[in-house]
């Protein structure tokens, strides 16, 4: 298909843009009334924004672990103490496990309601064969239509 | 982070980590090339959802819009493989290991992001492990290394953005671990 390579060279410049502002917001140098724009601009921009932006963040989990390593007492020494405090947001345990739950539930229901529907579409593509040589048009759900042969 | 808006934080909790399972079913419906592109819709689409609060299952409700959105491609495709049309279906079943994505903050990952760094060109990894890992300001990473502070901007716009993409292709690998459709359930016709 046309156009694949234009695509993936959108999302790498846009992902180029997203990490600059990020750089710039970072070091105190960027006009942020021109991040705000740039961002209000395009829901695509805000998009690779903030995947840049959570991968700067999960960036930071190594100094975390570099100073518990420290604090273990295992880390070579020498490297600076940390200018500022980390923020680690707290995981929900009960949340999740609660989430957990649904999703099992949600998935058993799936599982019966999809099985349903496979078995009576076993059947109903049964009689959508065609001989050799011969076409047919059958339409499914989803409003495709098939061309066999 | 000041720069975040409540939706990007909102966002980067309840929808980015789970971003393998996101691109394995995007690449399922329209293979590796376009699955990029479709993941990257449909994390627009969710971000400029008004009332995304009331959203409970952040998760599913991506992948349904991921699942939308090929279906949408697949109408307007003209050869479409007859195992997709059986796999529409089958929305919820497929997704194989619900919380298995979800562990991105984890040791594994945290290796991988140093790995990462690592591959970066010399000064830009230098630059990056100042920053994130000996946290130093970029005013003092600029006079340690004796260049200007908009030098240390570029090496970590750039560190950042390749970091960013190798983890989106990390990602897009876990597709071959974990196939999005089992074999059993495909359609076969000759």
């Known amino acids: 298909m046309s156009g694949r390579s234009e695509i993936t060279q959108r999302h790498a410049d846009l992902t180029d843009e997203a990490a600059s502002w990020l750089a710039a917001l970072d070091a105190g140098s960027a006009d942020v009334a021109a991040f705000e724009a740039w961002r209000e601009a395009d829901v695509r921009h805000a998009a690779?924004?903030?995947?840049?932006?959570?991968?700067?963040?999960?960036l930071d989990g190594l100094?975390?672990?570099?100073?518990?390593?420290r604090r273990a007492g295992s880390a070579p020494s020498g490297d600076p103490i940390p200018a500022e405090p980390i923020f680690v947001e707290p995981i929900s345990g009960g949340r999740a496990s609660r989430r957990h739950v649904l999703c099992a539930a949600a998935s058993i229901a799936a599982v019966t309601a999809v099985g349903g529907g496979v078995a009576y579409r076993a059947n109903a593509r049964d009689m959508a064969v065609t001989g050799i040589g011969q076409r047919k048009t059958v339409a499914t759900a989803h409003g495709l239509s098939l061309d066999l042969r | 982070m000041g720069w975040l808006r409540e939706i990007d934080r909102w966002f980067m909790a309840e929808v980015l980590p789970h971003a393998?399972?996101?691109?394995?079913?995007?690449?399922?419906?329209?293979?590796?090339?376009?699955?990029?592109?479709?993941?990257?819709?449909?994390?627009?689409?969710?971000l400029s959802t008004p009332d995304y609060r009331a959203i409970i299952t952040p998760r599913s409700f991506v992948l349904t819009i991921v699942h939308n959105l090929a279906l949408e491609r697949l109408r307007r495709a003209n050869v479409v493989r007859i195992e997709l049309l059986a796999s529409l279906d089958m929305l919820d079943i497929v997704d194989p290991a619900p919380d298995a994505f979800a562990i991105a903050a984890g040791r594994s990952e945290l290796r991988r992001l140093q790995r990462l760094i690592d591959a970066l060109p010399p000064q830009c990894a230098r630059v990056m492990h100042?920053?994130?890992i000996q946290g130093m300001p970029p005013t003092a990473i600029a006079e340690a290394l004796s260049i200007s502070v908009s030098t240390v901007e570029k090496h970590i716009a750039k560190g950042l953005t390749l970091i960013t993409k190798a983890r989106r292709d990390g990602q897009a690998q876990v597709e071959e671990v974990c196939p999005a459709v089992p074999k059993s359930h495909s359609v076969t016709l000759t």
Not at chain 2, 22 to 36: L, M, N, Q, S, V
């Open chain 1, 48 to 58: 690779t924004f903030v995947e840049v932006a959570a991968t700067w963040r999960d």
């Open chain 1, 63 to 69: 100094r975390v672990a570099q100073d518990e390593m």
């Open chain 2, 130 to 132: 100042m920053r994130k």
């Open chain 2, 20 to 46: 393998s399972a996101y691109r394995a079913r995007a690449a399922h419906f329209c293979g590796r090339d376009d699955a990029e592109d479709l993941v990257q819709e449909a994390y627009a689409r969710v």
